[in-house]
C-alpha cells in the first residue's frame, strides 16, 4: 500500500433526499443540515439550478484560492461532494459543473452557490469520523490522521 494513503472503511447509514430551499447558499445548507442531522461523514452529489455562484480555482503555486465569479443563472449540471470533520465541525466540500444559457460549462470548487432549486442525494457514512488536518506540502485541509 502507497505510504501516504488513507483508506478508512465505512457502512452506509441513512440514504436522502433533500430539495434544498429557494435563495440560500448551498454550502451553508449542506452544512446546516449535516449539522442538524448530526452527520459527520458522508457524500452527496445533487443537480438543479442556481441564481449566481463564486467558484474557487486553486493555484497550486501560491496555494490559495482564485476567485471566479458567476453572476448569470446557471444549470447545475453536477455537484459531488463529501462531507467530514474540519476544526471540530462538520465541513461541506463541493465541485460544481455548471452551464450558461448557450450550454457552456464552468466549474470548480464550490465557494458559495446561491440556490434556484436543487435536489441532493445525500449519503450518510458511519464509522470513526473522516478528520480534515493540515497538509503543508498542499496548504490544503486534506483527510489524515490527528
Ligand atoms: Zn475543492
Known sequence: MPRNLL??????????????????DMI???????????????VFNAI???????LGYYDQVKNEYDKIAVEEPAELVSCSGNI????????????????DRGGKILGGHLMKGCVF?????LQELLGSPLVRVHDPTTGLKLWGEE
Do not use: C, W
Open 84 to 99: 467530514s470533520v474540519r476544526d471540530g465541525q462538520p465541513f461541506v466540500h463541493a465541485h460544481v459543473v455548471l452551464a
Open 117 to 121: 432549486a436543487a435536489e441532493v442525494y
Open 48 to 54: 438543479g439550478a442556481l441564481s449566481s455562484a463564486e
Open 7 to 24: 483508506e478508512k472503511n465505512f457502512k452506509h447509514g441513512r440514504s436522502l433526499l433533500i430539495r434544498l430551499d429557494h435563495g440560500s
Open 28 to 42: 451553508a445548507e449542506m452544512t446546516e443540515i449535516a449539522r442538524s442531522l448530526e452527520i459527520v461523514t458522508g
